[in-house]
């Protein structure tokens, strides 16, 4: 059995990136043990860069907040789930300023050994993740981690539009299908 924390970047409750991870998440849950954590639930500065967690002990970061409770439970996670709306081409800021702060070496510590990414447009654009999965690529490149997996959803821009869509059975069967 193994632990997946699925990271949402939403600020919104029941949004259609909440709705994909719940999807993922009843997936997963047949066969792991899964917590679902909002980003926006958790106060978290950007990273500044530094670099002080590259010489304190520890590679604790000068910055004391939330960040502090995100640490241990990534670092137990043998599976990480990154959903997020795209608003303008990226990441929710809320996500990338979470994302920004595994800068520390303390990362290096983590079991996760699997990232999966679920994205969510409103736009219809061919190009809409095209940054998203190349940042995307890069991290599981840098930190040498097996891709578990990605759903991506254009098209849903309103509450409550991804009701129905397939991408909800794709999520769920990919929760499933984690090893």
């Known amino acids: 059995m193994s632990n997946i924390i699925i990271l949402t970047g939403s600020v919104r409750r ?38 002080a967690c590259f010489q304190r002990e520890g590679n604790t970061c000068v910055q004391q907040d939330d960040m502090q ?5 990534l670092a137990a996670a043998d599976v990480i789930v990154l959903a997020t709306p795209v608003y303008f081409y990226g990441v929710s800021a809320q996500l990338k300023a979470v994302i920004d702060r595994l800068h520390t070496p303390m990362r290096n510590t983590f079991r996760v ?14 190009a809409v993740f ?23 959803v254009r098209g849903v821009r309103e509450m409550g539009a991804i009701e129905g869509n397939p991408a909800l059975g794709e999520a769920f069967h990919l929760g499933e299908s984690m090893p």
């Open 69 to 73: 409770k995100l640490y241990p439970k």
């Open 14 to 51: 029941n949004s259609n990136t909440d709705l994909l991870a719940k999807a993922f998440a009843d997936g997963a849950k047949l066969h792991h043990h899964v917590e679902t954590l909002s980003v926006a639930d958790y106060h978290v500065h950007p990273c500044t860069g530094c670099n």
């Open 113 to 126: 050994k699997k990232l999966a990414l679920l994205a969510v447009a409103g736009a219809e654009l061919p």
């Open 130 to 152: 095209d940054a998203i999965l190349t940042q995307y690529q890069l991290v599981l490149d840098f930190f040498h981690l097996e891709n578990a997996g990605t759903v991506l």
